[in-house]
């Protein structure tokens, strides 16, 4: 059963934008913290931002000022804005939905920044 459902993924040229969304069922949007990982090439996953159901949110230092999260909770998605994407930025990227009790993970969109 799909809880979430990454997109917005694909190649980018560095200095380049995307916006990858997450879109879950209501009931794990309205009670859970949004966030989203990513695994680059030979690394392990790591925390990039997350945001929680009252809207507090939070960015990782490293993509600070270029990064940003948002969440729409009239359509229960969660927003990763990428600007100023660079090579090192190319990873899978994971959309995850957790609280005390909980915690989902989507299957991933791969984003790929390359000249």
């Known amino acids: 059963q799909v809880q979430l459902v990454e997109s917005g993924g694909g190649l980018v040229q560095p200095g380049e934008s995307l916006r990858l969304s997450c879109t879950a069922s209501?009931?794990?949007?309205?009670?859970?913290?949004m966030g989203w990982f990513r695994q680059r090439p030979g690394m392990e996953r790591e925390y990039v931002a997350g945001?929680?159901?009252?809207?507090?949110?939070n960015v990782e230092d490293s993509v600070k000022g270029r990064f940003n999260i948002s969440r729409d909770n009239d359509k229960n998605t969660a927003y990763l804005q990428m600007n100023g994407l660079k090579v090192e930025d190319t990873a899978v990227y994971y959309c995850?939905?957790?609280?005390?009790?909980?915690?989902?993970w989507g299957k991933g969109t791969l984003v790929t920044v390359s000249s």
């Open positions: 995850r939905a957790w609280a005390y009790r909980s915690d989902y």
């Open positions: 209501r009931s794990i949007f309205s009670s859970n913290t």
């Open positions: 945001i929680t159901n009252a809207g507090i949110s």
